[in-house]
């Protein structure tokens, strides 16, 4: 069995910690982070009305330094007339995939999984293919898998606003099990999102719980993410939810958004958070005393193990963890859905947190929170 762990380079966890202070080398309780009212920065408050102007941008910003709280602003309608707050919950998407990753290390931590185990020791016996018997777990984690990405138009889809309705998952991962892989598994780095819908089967599998109420019980409620939750089918929008929208040129306006896009999973893409949840959840990447999760656990999904063709925010290449980017000391990654995209930034050496989650998808939030790193460097 190959060796999961090939480190391009060293990539250890800080002992900084983002939301709490060590006292005599012992990590103390973290101070809830709690975003409820406006804090402006006005240099970044005119970079984002810019971007208001530029790009239609719609959302919420987020921008912390240590425990400080830099700025952090509503832009544009939630929906109808809702102006969007800070307490604000949006969709995602791939930002969901670290999620599913710390939720797969935990089965591993916990004796369940394993990371060289091959995939067809845990899918249910519906979904296992023999293509897949040298794809494992790890390659599902990092990209490394080789198994095609699925498609965005088929006789078996049903999809509303993105998120796969009915029988679309088992329609498309029975596709992808009769193609042939890509590439040797392990072999090099293609972004696919079934690798994390493939990952979602399995926790369900291994775990008898559904991944929704697996992912509350195990991940939001130990970490302290109150208002997150994952969308599921038949899901009815709750008062706090953004609706998603697009910018129409033709009508000078935001209208909702209705382009064609892949489909979303539950566990490749379907996360609803707030600033507050999340400003909690990445703690986890900064040595933060938590329960979820060993270290050494945090230590994979936060080590470059394959490198990829992009550049980070800072324009160094990067390499990809267990659902995250790596650049040097900065970790992200960033969302895109129908009506809905986002981006975070979190560089771990100076402790500054940057996060966008906009409900528009006309705006590039990439292109914003890099902008924004620029300002608080």
């Given amino acids: 069995m190959r060796s999961v762990i090939h480190i391009l380079g060293n990539f250890s966890i800080l002992s900084a910690s983002l939301f709490s202070v060590a006292c005599g080398g012992q990590k103390q309780e973290a101070r809830p982070v709690l ?36 700025h952090a602003k509503g832009y544009g309608k939630a929906k109808n007339e809702t102006e969007n707050r800070v307490t604000t919950a949006f969709h995602v998407a791939s930002i969901t995939k670290q999620f599913t990753a710390a939720a797969t290390l935990q089965l591993v931590d916990r004796g369940i999984l394993e990371l060289e185990e091959s995939i067809n020791e845990y899918l249910p016996e519906e979904y296992r293919s023999s293509k897949w018997d040298n794809v494992i777990l790890h390659d599902l984690l990092c990209h490394t898998s080789g198994i095609t990405n699925y498609a965005v138009t088929r006789d078996y889809y049903e999809v509303v606003k993105g998120f796969c309705q009915g029988n679309t998952v088992d329609g498309m991962v029975k596709e992808a099990m009769g193609k042939e892989l890509e590439f040797d598994p392990g072999s090099k780095f293609s972004y696919s999102d079934i690798n994390y819908t493939l990952l979602g089967i399995i926790i369900e599998s291994q775990t008898q719980m559904p991944y929704n109420e697996y992912m509350r019980v195990n991940v939001f409620e130990p970490i302290g993410m109150k208002d997150s939750r994952i969308h599921v089918i038949g899901h009815v929008p709750e008062a706090d939810e953004a609706e998603g929208y697009r910018w129409s040129a033709e009508q000078s306006v935001h209208v909702l958004d209705d382009i064609v896009s892949l489909p979303v999973t539950e566990a490749d893409g379907g996360l609803f958070t707030t600033l507050t949840d999340f400003a909690q959840w990445v703690g986890l990447y900064m040595d933060r005393k938590q329960t979820i999760l060993n270290k ?82």
């Fill in 35 to 70: 975003i409820e009212r406006e804090v402006i920065d006005s240099r970044i408050d005119a970079f984002l009305k810019d971007m208001e102007r530029e790009e239609h941008f719609t959302g919420v910003a987020l921008v912390m330094k240590k425990e400080e709280i830099i």
């Fill in 296 to 377: 050494n656990s945090i230590s994979k999904m936060t080590s470059p193990l394959i490198s990829v063709d992009f550049t980070g925010p800072r324009g160094n290449p990067q390499s990809y963890g267990y659902g995250l980017l790596l650049e040097d000391e900065l970790v992200h990654h960033s969302g895109y859905i129908v009506g809905f995209r986002s981006d975070f930034i979190l560089d771990r050496q100076k402790e500054i947190l940057i996060a966008v989650f906009s409900n528009n998808t006309t705006n590039d939030p990439i292109r914003i929170s890099t902008g924004l790193l620029k300002i608080v460097k």
